[in-house]
């Protein structure tokens, strides 16, 4: 136990097992305070209680709290909870969610309600309540989970849509709640978990090597990843005094290695003119000046 995070107080939301579980365990490792969630308790695998008992057992402080976070009242109560037991909040960690995988044409929509609801509102209903606080304290860490697949896969809509609008939550805290001395981060793990490496996962991966839109040494990568714990020092670290001038930034955590991702900017622009553009004068700039080089991922086939 080392003591960069002693005397703060942390709330990690689907840390019942896996990601969720391994962040848990490293912020108490810095000397955090920990309110563990999951949905229900019992679940297979492990649930809130086997995160904070873990981390008792070690000699640190933690309460499970049992709740969807989906549900903006549940997410209150979790906030409530972090204050009845520890007196403040000062760092939550958006993990929890739900996939529902189907191509879009065989999507339903309590499919893509459960996937968005988990992964974007869950998140939003967390720091809706948690920032109440953190402003009051002038003091804050919000570390939110996106994905590499929200820049495109198949078979996902839903929960690329929902990675995605994430990031775009990411930057709006960021620059929101900056002032107040509360930071947003947001980090794409690609870790082992029952999710990475279950069967509907690694025959997706293998469609999309085969399709075309990845490489065999990306194939290899998904399919051999690392425990969850290589995440742990990264959001640590982010939740210290040291890190508190990042804000705003998506990072990525893969076999080890740490990256950040460049913020989207204007790559290429067809100068204005006197008159409305033509769609005949379109066809011939757009591919020629703007489109430069690219490539559509997913071309037509033949019938």
């Not at 070690?58 to 997410?75: N, R």
């Not at 040291?242 to 740490?258: H, L, P, R, S, Y």
């Not at 622009?269 to 703007?290: F, N, Q, S």
């Amino acid at each position: 136990m080392v003591d960069k995070l002693k005397g703060r107080v942390a709330a990690v939301t689907g840390s019942g097992q896996g990601i969720g579980r391994a962040i848990a365990v490293a912020l108490a490792k810095e000397g955090a305070k920990v309110v563990t969630n999951n949905r229900r308790a019992g679940t297979s695998g492990g649930d809130a209680e086997t995160t904070a008992k873990q981390i008792r057992d070690m000699g640190g402080q933690a309460v499970p709290f049992y709740g969807d976070v989906a549900s903006f009242e549940e997410a209150r109560q979790m906030v409530q909870k972090a204050k009845d037991e520890f007196g403040r909040l000062d760092i939550v960690v958006n993990n929890a969610g739900a996939d529902a995988a189907h191509m879009v044409w065989n999507m339903t929509e309590e499919e893509w309600d459960r996937s968005v609801d988990s992964y974007l509102k869950g998140s939003f209903n967390c720091i809706r309540h948690a920032c109440v606080l953190m402003r009051e304290q002038k003091w804050g860490r919000i570390i939110n989970t996106t994905s590499v697949e929200r820049l495109g896969a198949m078979g996902h809509c839903n929960y690329v849509s929902a990675k995605a609008g994430v990031v775009g939550l990411t930057r709006a805290i960021a620059r929101e709640l900056g002032r107040y001395g509360v930071t947003c981060n947001a980090y794409a793990p690609l870790v082992a978990t029952r999710f990475t490496l279950s069967e509907d996962a690694v025959s997706g991966f293998k469609k999309r090597y085969e399709a075309g839109l990845i490489t065999k040494e990306q194939l290899d990568e998904y399919i051999n990843l690392d425990p969850p714990e290589t995440v742990g020092p990264l959001i640590a670290y982010l939740c210290t005094e040291e890190a508190g001038d990042i804000n705003g930034q998506v990072f990525d955590v893969t076999k080890g290695n740490i990256s950040i991702y460049s913020e989207p900017v204007k790559v290429r622009t067809i100068p204005r003119k006197e008159t409305l553009w033509t769609v005949e004068e379109l066809i011939k700039l757009v591919p020629a000046k703007l489109l430069k080089g690219y490539k559509n991922p997913s071309p037509a086939q033949p019938a």
